[in-house]
Every structure is written in structure tokens, then in C-alpha cells.
């Protein structure tokens, strides 16, 4: 399966529990097919609350963060891009594409499933830098 089709997949599934306003016995089969393990820490992340949402003021500008056990990941939703070394080598040997961190998010955004956090802009540039030093 190539990249495109499990991002089409998820999104899939994601519109129909959007509709629902939850993950459905379906659903929650259907993810765990799809991606395994992914899913399963995918879903640890959500059940810990570990999606945040920045939002930085008076910009507007958006930033979303998974707590992860050692550090935050930065993801980039719409490019689904993240910071996690998962991801990175995974890119790199044009595997499977979606991290955890980026099934995650998909499903928060979609379910409301997530903190949102209001900083102010003078934050935005040292946050940013914390966030992507972990980047290999
Ligand atoms: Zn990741």
C-alpha cells in the first residue's frame, strides 16, 4: 500500500467518526488493520491527552505537539510532516509514511480530541526551536 492510500484510508475513517462524534467498534477495527502498532500508540496518545494545539497570539498562528515519553514532537499536519525519528527514516527508505504522532492528530483534529494552548507570539521563536531540536 503506498503512502496515498493509507492517508486516504485515515482520512476516511476519520470524516465517518467525525459525522459520529466518536471512534466506532468499526472504526477502532478498521485503524488497527490499517496500521497496527501505530494505532495502538496512536491511541495511547489520545487516551493521555497528549495532542496539544498552540495557538499563538495575536498571530494566530497554529503549531500542534504530541507529548511523547522522552520529548514533544512537532508535527506539521498539513504537509504530514513530524519531527519524530519514526518518521524521519522512515521518509528516508520511502516506507509506510504516517508516524503515530501524525495518525494521532488526524483523529484529535477530527474528534476534538486535543488541549488547546494560547501563548503569545514573543514565545513563538524559542518554542519552535525547542521543538525542532530533536530533528535528526
Ligand atoms: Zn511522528
Redesign the pocket.
Known sequence: MGENAEAENLNAICREAKAEGKLSGKNLTDLYDLFGQRFTKALDALKENRIKKYIFKPSGRTVWIVVGRERD?LLMPEAEF?T?D??YFRVLDQKVHL????IAQKVARNLGWFDTIEENDDLYASLMTEWKKATP
Open positions: 514532537y513530524c519524530c519514526d518518521f508516524c503515530y504522532h501524525l
